[in-house]
């Protein structure tokens, strides 16, 4: 099993940058592809993006491409997520969450088995 802890969430203008990141342990996170997902209120969990075993491949929802970036650190055990041009509709807890198996298509929080507690994120316009 894997423990999942999130940091890096705050409060930021629109238009600004934040760096979240996730940190494992118990398992290597070699082991595991590797997803964002974000619940704002009253809305269910939403897939962010998503990055395979090595970091070769990644998948990203239409509404963050080009602004949010994936990347992970098998060495370090962390997977982290770059996010630029926030805007106040990104505000939400943002989770990241391990699934043993990786497809572009995986993208359903079922798909997922291990999650960390979240971080809030908060973009003010």
């Known amino acids: 099993q894997v423990q999942l802890v999130e940091s890096g969430g705050g409060l930021v203008q629109a238009g600004g940058s934040l760096r979240l990141s996730c940190a494992a342990s118990g398992r290597t996170l070699s082991m595991y592809a590797m997803g964002w997902f974000r619940q704002a209120p009253g809305k269910e969990r939403e897939f962010v993006a998503a990055?395979?075993?090595?970091?070769?491949?990644?998948n990203y929802v239409d509404s963050v491409k080009g602004r949010f970036t994936i990347s992970r650190d098998n060495a370090k055990n962390t997977v982290s997520l770059q996010m630029n041009s926030l805007k106040p509709e990104d505000t939400a807890v943002y989770y990241c969450?391990?699934?043993?198996?990786?497809?572009?298509?995986?993208?359903?929080?079922?798909?997922?088995?291990?999650w960390g507690q979240g971080t809030q994120v908060t973009v003010s316009s």
């Open positions: 990055i395979n075993w090595s970091g070769g491949r990644s």
């Open positions: 969450a391990a699934s043993t198996r990786w497809d572009r298509d995986r993208v359903a929080p079922a798909g997922y088995n291990y």
